[in-house]
Nanobody, 122 residues
Framework: QLQASGGGLVQPGGSLRLTCAAS?????????LAWFRQAPGKEREGLSC????????YFSDAVEGRFTISRDNAKKAVFLQMDSLKPEDTAVYHC????????????????RGQGTLVTVSS
């Protein structure tokens, strides 16, 4: 299971750090992990991915330069540091994996858990 947490209400320009905790996933360090979000009435939007071995990171244009992804394999966790938040970042944020060791250009988000709501508003 993948459980995201750390969401909440934040003012524009503020920051949040999301955590995704994995349970029941053996060899967590073998897999690339990703974050995506879904706002009401909108399509799912891929945000970021971190690969397994070399921990290469990838970001969508919408969050490049504002969000940072990292992982702690010992804790079986992946993090999304979100800075300079904007109202358009409001969405439910999910973590996911396709159980590959690389970040796919077309991820399926096969394994994903409950998301965490991020609301950016003054």
């Amino acid at each position: 299971q993948l459980q995201a947490s750390g969401g909440g209400l934040v003012q524009p320009g503020g920051s949040l750090r999301l955590t995704c905790a994995a349970s029941g996933i053996e060899n967590f360090d073998y897999y690339a992990l990703a974050w995506f979000r879904q706002a009401p009435g909108k399509e799912r939007e891929g945000l970021s991915c971190i690969s397994a071995k070399d921990q290469a990171t990838y970001f969508s244009d919408a969050v490049e330069g504002r969000f940072t992804i990292s992982r702690d394999n010992a804790k079986k966790a992946v993090f999304l540091q979100m800075d300079s938040l904007k109202p358009e970042d409001t969405a439910v944020y999910h973590c996911a994996t396709d159980m590959t060791n690389y970040c796919s250009r077309y991820p399926l988000y096969t394994y994903r858990g409950q998301g965490t709501l991020v609301t950016v508003s003054s």
